[in-house]
């Protein structure tokens, strides 16, 4: 178990160091990772280690549910797999803390962990925003990023927000909040001044970079995993308590100010009313959302999608509800938060029964930890963000590690080879799904060869023979995605001026097969109704604009081509 623990300890390191909103590999390859960690922990520690983590596999099973009615399958399979490899890590590494010593070494690795990112951090604000601005150019051309990620870190480049290796202040904020509690229980169990110095330099480096974030999310969480921490960690100190809290508590509060007034400066999209706006309309629509399906929400994944249709105008697109609880009820309905409150009160709960035992520090930081975790989550969402997401689960293993694990008897190996089997089957999934999302990068790279820099330029050029076979050979490993489809449709109708009609048939059921996967996705039926337009058959583009406009009303663009549409009537003109 020694030797997992290493690994576990490893991947937690990679998954802040290695950004997965840079790149999407590095999420699969800590799923494929933890697969065989886990493997190795179900033959060592027994399937019956399994039982410890059972609120994550409450969790997940609500979100694969979910997928039985969602109305974006390729968003819930996505979350489902992604959330199958967080709650195996936390399996991994609640078998792996079982012993004392194994525990303090993995709660070290992430203190150190968080301290190196705060060292890149600091130096990303005094020496290496130039840096960083020419990096996230050269990710965009390569496509590592997104363009809209590439915007969203280019302005924090811009104002001088620090966001080290995660591409938002808010979540390397979060991050930070996390891993502040553990920093300080090292501190204060370290044996030795030098020791301890060590310790404090490290939070000290933690905290200028967590000023320099100018999150305000990121100082609700401190301010809550603290006072959790004090609240929890001198249960014993009397009457020291009240004076320990005040003066925490007052320094958190100044922080807290500072940076909400440094906020409250900046205009436009980092603003601090800006924010607060835009979270008023995200909350608002989520209820609305919910209203419609009150009972299992959309499915897992679907929010980004649903919000479109009450969204009002001037309000920014997202993929979040930006509160977890608003969140969970508009993609999973009821079921869904009461999996994720069994999640966090099971982890409080675990931890506060080792109040009483040696090393109750650990604990009450652990504890305050997942606190800081749940607080910053009810005014953003960090719950599926690699870097965060991967800190949080990794806590609630610690806090569900009971007990040193004993080795599995014949029937326990039994179930652990099919246990085993089970977790392979997974595998091959997941191994599928990384092919198909490499296949789809090579295509995109290979029409940037050819000089056609996106997916809409694809749709006026035909593109070369081989990113069709690409995107083709994609679709095929992933045939639920729906951007799938529609990649391939896009390639398809920009050669038909080389094909004639049988690719523009071709696209014509690409764009089908995405809408019958997505049906409430609005840009589907754009793409679909564009094509009409080239088609000339002006009867079915109006049709298919009414369609993308039912589903994302307050759309200024699509309202241009419906009127387009419709300028001149009839049908093929």
Known sequence: ?????????????????????????????????????????????????????WPAWLMAAVVYASSAWSVNLSGTLSQAFRLTGYLLFAYVV????????????????????????????????????????????????????????????????????????MLSPNVLACYLAVAAPVGISLAAAAAGGARRLLYLSGLLLMLVAFVLTRSVGGVIALVSGMSVFLAVSYHRAGSRLPGRMAAAGGALAV????????????????????????RLHYWSGALDIWKASPLTGFGAGSFGIEYMRYMPAGAGETRYAHDLV?????????????????????????????????????????????AAFLAHNLVDYTWYVPETAAAFWFLFGISASVGEVRPAGPSGRALGAAVTVLFLVFGVYQVRDYMAGQRASAALGVLAEDGITSQDAARTRPGPEEALELARSASALR???????????????????VDGMKSVKSAEVGYNRAIELNPDYPFHYRDLGILYMRMRDRVRARVEFR??????????????YLEAAEKQGGGRR
């Open 1 to 53: 178990m020694r030797t997992v623990a290493a690994a576990a300890g490893l991947l937690l390191v990679f998954s802040a160091a290695v950004s997965g909103s840079i790149y999407p590999w590095s999420s699969d390859m800590f799923t494929l990772a933890v697969l065989v960690l886990a493997c190795f922990t179900v033959w060592e520690a027994g399937p019956s280690s399994l039982a410890r983590v």
């Open 94 to 165: 609640s078998a792996s803390a079982s012993d004392p010593g194994r525990r303090d070494a993995l709660l070290r690795t992430l203190f150190w962990s968080a301290v190196l990112v705060s060292m890149y951090g600091i130096y990303q604000y005094f020496i290496g925003f130039a840096n960083t601005a020419e990096y996230l150019r050269g990710a965009e051309a390569a496509r590592s990023i997104s363009p809209g990620r590439h915007a969203s870190a280019a302005a924090t480049v811009r104002y001088g927000r620090v966001f080290s290796t």
């Open 255 to 278: 922080l807290g100010l500072a940076v909400a007034f440094i906020r409250l400066q900046r205009s436009g999209p980092l603003g601090l009313g800006w924010s607060v706006e835009q």
């Open 326 to 370: 608003l969140h969970l009820l508009a993609e999973l309905g009821p079921p869904g938060v009461l999996a994720a409150a069994a999640v966090f009160g099971a982890s409080f709960v675990w931890c506060i029964r080792r109040l009483r035992a040696p090393g109750h520090m650990h604990a009450a930081a652990v504890m305050a930890g997942v």
């Open 479 to 497: 045939p639920y995605d729906d951007s799938l489809h529609a990649l391939l449709a896009g390639l398809y109708e920009g050669r038909a001026a």
């Open 547 to 560: 369609k993308a406009l039912e589903r994302y009303p307050s759309s200024a663009p699509l309202k241009k």
